[in-house]
Structures are given as structure tokens and as C-alpha cells.
């Protein structure tokens, strides 16, 4: 079965770290860019920040850069979302997504996606 799991998220103050993983399982990850995307409550999902596939080339949303650091480790299967400095406005599920090789700002071309984690940043 192909499956992308999250993890990491929880209760932080603001100006908190967090690190989210995301795991998969039934496919080598390492074929796959990676995607984060987060929803806040009554909002659209958004773009966070991606990595292709050899994790040469990352992107970020603007609001992030600077703040958060993705990552990937293929011998683990795993690729990582490093959020430090976290703000009230940062509180979302936060989803991984997969698609082959190359980075998109289309969440349509996503084929695999986690259940989410949810990160509640609050005082």
C-alpha cells in the first residue's frame, strides 16, 4: 500500500521550533518531490515549501522563508520540515504531498498525500 505518513506536529508557544516528517511506505521516495502544504481552519491549502526529488532545488512560500528548512534523507524515506521562529498565523494542518521528480505549485499534480499533522501554535 502506498502511503505517506506525517508526523511532528503538537502544541508550541510562538517562537517555537517544530519538526514535521513525512514518511513513506509501498514507494521509494526518492523518485518523488515532496510537497508541504498546510490548511488553517475555513481556508484554502497552501503552498509551504518543496524539495525535488534529488533535493538539489528547494522553494518556499514567502512567509516562510527564512523560517522553515526542508530536507529529505531517501535512505530513510523520509523528508523532514525544520519550522522555527513559529507564529499564531503558522496554526494548520500541515500535509505532505508526492509527485514525480519536480516541484508544482498545483496541488492537482500531487499523486500521493498524507493524512496531515496538526500544529497548533499559541500561547
Known amino acids: 500500500q502506498l502511503q505517506l505518513v506525517e508526523s511532528g506536529g503538537g502544541l508550541v508557544q510562538p517562537g517555537g521550533s517544530l519538526r514535521l516528517s513525512c514518511a513513506a511506505s509501498?514507494?521509494?521516495?526518492?523518485?518523488?518531490?515532496i510537497g508541504w502544504f498546510r490548511q488553517a481552519p475555513g481556508k484554502g491549502r497552501e503552498g509551504v515549501s518543496c524539495?525535488?526529488?534529488?533535493?538539489?532545488?528547494?522553494n518556499y512560500a514567502h512567509s516562510m522563508k527564512g523560517r522553515f528548512t526542508i530536507s529529505r534523507d531517501n535512505a530513510k524515506n523520509t523528508v523532514y520540515l525544520q519550522m522555527a521562529s513559529l507564529k499564531p498565523e503558522d496554526t494548520a494542518v500541515y500535509y505532505c504531498?508526492?509527485?514525480?521528480?519536480?516541484?508544482?505549485?498545483?496541488?492537482?499534480?500531487?499523486?500521493?498525500w498524507g493524512q496531515g499533522t496538526q500544529v497548533t501554535v499559541s500561547s
Open positions: 504531498a508526492a509527485q514525480t521528480y519536480y516541484c508544482s505549485g498545483d496541488v492537482s499534480t500531487y499523486e500521493y
Open positions: 509501498g514507494f521509494t521516495l526518492g523518485y518523488y518531490a
Open positions: 524539495i525535488d526529488s534529488s533535493g538539489s532545488s528547494t
